[in-house]
């Protein structure tokens, strides 16, 4: 038997003309789910371990992420099988 997960139903946009590179939002996510881009901006390379906390969102100083709800699972979690 397979022990369920619960994936978060959400994506995170990142504006990558507004950020400016400071790291700010690698260093505050608690699951990297965030990291830096060859070129400098902040990229999303573990959305499967966002637990929707909104920190990357709350301390960006230039307002380029955002953590988008998908409506239409009303923030409810879904189990996936693994």
């Not at 990142?14 to 400071?22: A, D, F, I, P, R």
């Not at 409506?71 to 409810?76: D, G, H, L, T």
Request: hydrophobic letters at 35%; proline letters at 7%.
């Amino acid at each position: 038997m397979a022990i369920p997960a619960q994936k978060p139903c959400m994506e995170i946009a990142v504006k990558n003309e507004w950020c400016k590179g400071c790291g700010i939002c690698v260093d505050f996510c608690p699951k990297n789910v965030l990291a830096m881009s060859e070129d400098k901006k902040a990229c999303v390379v573990h959305s499967e371990n966002c637990v929707a906390c909104n920190k990357c969102e709350l301390y960006c100083p230039d307002f380029a992420i955002h953590v988008i709800p998908q409506p239409e699972r009303n923030w409810k979690y879904e189990t996936v099988a693994r």
